[in-house]
């Protein structure tokens, strides 16, 4: 899965989603970005580790990131539990847009 997101920072990314056994990532096509997540069971999957290089931070990259997971939880009628330090303050910063997504 691809798909194309700007960030705040009006930077065009093209993320893209790798599957693998128990788990993924999202990464970007600009280079080492990621989130990483892996799954708990059928219906319950961990975001456990974003990464965006330093000379690409304070750009948005990371917010796209997750945001592309959380749609792809939804989209999968998936629970997100959200172990990452940088998605668990996403999801307390913003409870109402991952209220229907967090475990």
């Known amino acids: 899965m691809q798909r194309r997101h700007e960030t705040k ?3 065009m990314l093209d993320i893209e ?3 693998r056994e ?3 990532r ?3 096509s600009r280079g080492a970005a990621e989130l990483t997540y892996r799954r708990r069971d059928a219906d319950t999957v961990v975001f ?3 990464f965006v290089p330093p000379e690409e931070r304070s750009k948005g990259i990371a917010a796209e990131l997750v945001k592309a997971g959380v749609d792809w939880a ?3 009628n998936l629970k997100v539990v959200p172990q990452c ?3 668990a303050v996403m999801f307390r910063r913003e ?3 991952y209220t229907d997504v967090a475990a």
Do not use: C, N, S
Request: aromatic share 8%.
């Open 9 to 11: 920072g009006q930077v």
């Open 85 to 87: 330090p940088y998605v």
């Open 95 to 97: 409870p109402e847009k």
């Open 48 to 50: 456990d580790h974003t």
């Open 22 to 24: 128990g788990g993924g």
């Open 74 to 76: 939804r989209a999968e």
């Open 17 to 19: 989603h790798e599957t």
């Open 26 to 28: 999202f990464t970007t």
